[in-house]
């Protein structure tokens, strides 16, 4: 397992490189600068990455959002002095929290977790997404489109909408093996979610979903394109 950790409170890194030692963990890499451990991310892949929150420069938060972004597979612990700022959020899915002071046991918990998460995982993928300051690991069965916003992309749950700092292009490569199908330049659908299709002006597609109201609809190429998509699949 290769761990990289970042804090800048240099005690707080040593202690958590000694307890990760003890529970087995050797390939360690730490940093005390959040902006020389990002350029490190880029360079190299880390399976699991312990992020204190409260940081000068780049929050944990920040940094966390910019890890997924390069490498989602990337299980994100985070740690902090406070309780409250745990973020229920974290608690499911790529994600841990740990909190001030950290024992063995809780190392040793948080491994753990990893463990099993690295082995339901590969079956299923995670979306790391935001709403207002909050971040969020979306399950990929539960959206219903995906929206094109300038620089980043809206992706649409039945609770609510999440943003991505992601291309759509990146998403849907990342999609390329569920049934997930691009019907607009601007546009991917999860097909399992669909409830209806109707024709409109061009021959263009206006599709509707299971539980939501909202309604879009495709390009003209896009309705072409998925006709013989659903043909294939039907065949």
Do not use: C, W
């Not at 300051?133 to 609770?159: G, P, Q, R, S």
């Not at 992601?166 to 999609?175: A, H, N």
Request: hydrophobic share 40%; no cysteine; aromatic share 8%.
């Amino acid at each position: 397992m290769k761990v990289m950790i970042v804090d800048d409170e240099k005690l707080a890194l040593s202690r958590l490189k000694r307890l990760l030692n003890e529970n087995g963990v050797e390939d360690i890499t730490a940093f005390d600068n959040p902006i020389e451990a990002l350029k490190e991310i880029t360079k190299t892949r880390f399976d699991v990455v312990f992020l204190d929150i409260s940081m000068p420069n780049i929050t944990g938060l920040e940094l966390a959002d910019s890890i997924i972004q390069i490498e989602p597979k990337t299980f994100i612990v985070f740690q902090t002095a406070y309780e409250e700022f745990a973020l229920e959020a974290f608690k499911n899915g790529g994600m841990g929290y740990l909190v001030k002071p950290i024992e063995s046991i809780d190392i040793k918990n948080i491994l753990d977790k990893i463990k099993s998460f690295k082995v339901s995982s590969n079956d299923s993928k995670k979306i790391l997404g935001k709403r207002g300051d909050k971040l969020y690991l979306i399950d990929i069965d539960d959206i219903y489109y995906i929206k094109a916003d300038l620089d980043e992309v809206i992706i649409k749950i039945k609770e609510a909408d999440a943003y991505v700092r992601r291309k759509i292009g990146d998403l849907e490569t990342l999609l390329s093996d569920r049934n997930f199908f691009r019907i607009h330049r601007s546009y991917i659908v999860n097909v399992d979610k669909i409830k209806s299709m109707r024709s409109v002006e061009q021959s263009k597609l206006q599709i509707s979903f299971d539980g939501i109201t909202e309604v879009i609809t495709s390009s003209k190429d896009g309705a072409k394109e998925f006709r013989e998509y659903i043909e294939r699949r039907s065949l």
